[in-house]
Each structure stands twice: as C-alpha cells, then as structure tokens.
C-alpha cells in the first residue's frame, strides 16, 4: 500500500506499532478512536509494523493478522524491510506522523502523555495536531517526544 492510498482528502495519519509493545496495547482503544477521528475528519489512517519478526516472533505477519482481525478500523501494515521506518525516522512504538494534503508531515511525536493507561493522560497532542490543522490553523506543537518501546531493528 503506498502513501498515495492512505491518504485521505485533507491528509494522514501514519503510526509505527507493533503487537507487543506495552505502551501500543495500553493505547489500543485511544489508537481506534484517533482512527475514527481521523476518518471523520478526511483523513486517511494507518499503522505500520516495522520491528523485526525473526527476534520478535509476536510480531510476525500471522500475529499481525490475529490483531488485526479484533477489529482495526484502519490498515496495518507490514514494513518486512524496515525501509519505511528507516525513511521516516520511526524511532518507538506507537509514533504518530499526521501529514497534511500537499504530504508534509505537520506533527510528529505521541499520542497523549500516558500511552500506557488513559487514566493518567493530561494532554491530547495528535487529537489537538489534528482538529488543528483540518480547521485551518497552524500545529500549535509540532513535534512531541514519543513514549513507547523502540523499533527493533534487524541484526
């Protein structure tokens, strides 16, 4: 799946994940209702597993599968090369990339401040990035800090 194919008419939403990570299943509701958002908004969604499956055999393309079938909204996606978590600078799990129409990235970083349980998030920054920017103002932060597990890399 290209880029060109997720996007929607007013940009994108493209995250790294995997199935493992603490901070990704901690966030999985908030991930669905950010997907629903995005749509909602004209955006497209998507999540990208670039961790390496041979070290991480939870995050095999058959565990993919068994996650996905729980009922993403979104596609999910498989970077078996790594190269697109390699363009992107993908650094941990789950980080966000949300692109406007014209595919520059405007926000990059973090969902909220507490991935591994909601009862603790104070702040909102992809939800604020995204009302921000399809309303027609300017990202009011650009850039967070994600929290989460690093990409693992192949040997």
């Not at 603490?22 to 961790?51: D, H, K, T, W």
């Not at 993919?64 to 390699?86: C, F, N, W």
Request: charged residues 25%.
């Amino acid at each position: 799946m290209s880029l060109a194919e997720v996007m929607g008419e007013n940009g994108a939403v493209v995250f790294f994940t995997c199935n493992h990570c603490p901070y990704v299943v901690g966030s999985e509701p908030r991930i669905e209702s950010a997907a629903e958002l995005a749509q909602s908004m004209g955006l497209g969604f998507a999540g990208i597993n670039s961790n390496d499956p041979v070290m991480y055999e939870s995050d095999s393309w058959e565990n993919m599968v068994k996650r996905a079938s729980r009922g993403m909204t979104y596609p999910y996606l498989h970077d078996a090369s790594q190269e697109v978590a390699i363009s992107y600078g993908a650094e941990r799990t789950p980080e966000f990339y949300l692109m406007d129409s014209e595919f520059q990235v405007v926000y990059r970083g973090r969902m909220d401040d507490s991935p591994r349980d909601p009862s603790h998030a104070t702040t909102s920054e992809l939800k604020d990035a995204i009302e921000e920017m399809t309303s027609g103002h300017g990202i009011s932060v650009p850039r967070t800090e994600s929290i989460g597990c690093s990409v693992k890399w192949k040997a």
